[in-house]
Nanobody, 120 residues
Framework: QVQLVESGGGLVQAGGSLRLSCAAS????????MGWYRQAPGEQRDLVAS???????SYKDSVKGRFTISRDNAKNTVYLQMDNLKPEDTAVYFC??????????????WGQGTQVTVSS
């Protein structure tokens, strides 16, 4: 089993910042893409940012210029630096990773989710 453990969520005023962290552990052959999704009540889970193992990053349009994704591959950890937070960023944020469990078996793992609440 591959486990993802998240931290860093919380309550912040609009314009504030938070940094989310997610560490992957367990038996893995490799991790390809790590990313962050978010889900507000009654809404579908939506990709916020992702990064490939070689550092190529993608962002949801509404967070470009405010959020920065980064990875420490040696620690199997992905971060999401969130600056200039807005109330519409309020959601449960989930870490995701996909790759190879073994040379012959793939995996797709999710973290437990961490609440981010941005007040007006």
């Amino acid at each position: 089993q591959v486990q993802l453990v998240e931290s860093g969520g919380g309550l912040v005023q609009a314009g504030g910042s938070l940094r989310l962290s997610c560490a992957a552990s367990g038996t893995m052959f490799s991790i390809n893409t790590m990313g962050w999704y978010r889900q507000a009540p009654g809404e579908q889970r939506d990709l916020v940012a992702s990064m490939t193992s070689n550092g190529d990053a993608s962002y949801k349009d509404s967070v470009k210029g405010r959020f920065t994704i980064s990875r420490d591959n040696a620690k199997n950890t992905v971060y999401l630096q969130m600056d200039n937070l807005k109330p519409e960023d309020t959601a449960v944020y989930f870490c995701n990773a996909d790759g190879r469990k073994t040379n012959f078996r793939s995996f797709n793992a999710w973290g437990q989710g961490t609440q981010v609440t941005v007040s007006s």
